[in-house]
């Protein structure tokens, strides 16, 4: 964001509030690594969270309409109730599978967050109609350093599933 900032100074009111956003999330990261080496998985801390308002403020983190403006982003989830987790967690999981589903729209797309109520649970979805996942590989992308993409660490979708659990 920094970087495009000098670069495209006509933009600059959106760069600021992505990298406002990057640095709250990396605030809200330490205070969870914090919370956890102090008091372990049982006893996080965990609050009421609005999931409409930390998928907004998770797609300006992700500068989707700057990283391609091709992509067309939908998002459906208002009248959820609040959901108990952790923040930074559910935060984290959400900006990886937005990036991964960027990624996945190299000629642009639809970019989708759902949210809605089955049963008991809400469920949040994040969706893209980019290349998909080969049939031979959707049993190994949730493996650790597994990644169809040249230069990747193959640690996102590992880390979504980790952060998920421990939410």
């Not at 998928?55 to 992509?71: C, E, G, M, T, Y």
């Not at 967690?89 to 990624?103: D, E, F, H, K, T």
Request: hydrophobic fraction near 45%.
């Amino acid at each position: 964001a920094a970087t495009a900032l000098y670069a495209q100074p006509h933009s600059a009111a959106m760069y600021r509030d992505a990298m406002r956003g990057v640095m709250d999330q990396a605030q809200e990261l330490i205070e969870a690594l914090t919370e956890l080496t102090a008091t372990g998985r049982e006893n996080w801390r965990t609050e009421p969270v609005e999931l409409d308002g930390l998928v907004s403020k998770a797609l300006l983190s992700a500068l989707v309409p700057l990283r391609d403006p091709q992509i067309r982003v939908r998002v459906r989830i208002g009248g959820l109730e609040p959901v108990w987790a952790h923040r930074s967690l559910v935060y984290r999981a959400l900006l990886n599978l937005i990036w991964n589903a960027v990624q996945a729209m190299p000629s642009g797309g639809m970019l989708s967050v759902l949210g809605y109520v089955r049963g008991n649970r809400v469920v949040l979805e994040v969706g893209d109609t980019g290349v998909g996942i080969a049939a031979k590989d959707r049993n190994r992308v949730l493996q650790q350093r597994f990644s169809t993409k040249p230069g990747h660490r193959g640690m996102g979708l590992t880390l979504v599933r980790e952060l998920i659990e421990k939410c």
